[in-house]
């Protein structure tokens, strides 16, 4: 009988959302797909968001080699991560934003757990486009 993978190996489970432009937004399931999505999927120049100061889904906004999304674009990334929180039924929420680079995980810390540098704030209300592709 096959062995199952080992969890660092195993695929990573999302939520994928597309925005308007083609953009493709990604949600981690579980704290170690959040490990996963944020520290070996994420390139260095995509974004990187989670709700500020509670629980939820890193969120990861792909970002194609030599492209750049608007304001628009990242301020929606930010409002699924809002949606993917406690807060979801809250009209605003603070969600933390960087790019994948600044995005490390400390020496020992548990499944989900995560340091960020170079932070950006943004206050959205939590929406996520159509229903999402599952993972």
Known sequence: MPRPDKPEKAPVRAW???LPGGWNVLAGKTDQDNDRLSL???KANDWWFHVRGLPGSHVVLQVPAGEEPD????KAAAAIAAWHSR?????????SGTRA?????????PP??????KEKT???????PAAPAED
């Open 16 to 18: 994928r959302y597309t």
């Open 40 to 42: 070996k999927v994420a």
């Open 71 to 74: 304001n628009e674009t990242v």
């Open 87 to 95: 807060k979801r039924e809250s009209t605003q929420v603070s969600v």
């Open 101 to 109: 680079r600044f995005v490390t995980k400390p020496k020992g810390a």
């Open 112 to 117: 989900g757990t995560v340091e960020i540098r």
């Open 122 to 128: 943004f206050v959205v209300r939590p929406a996520v």
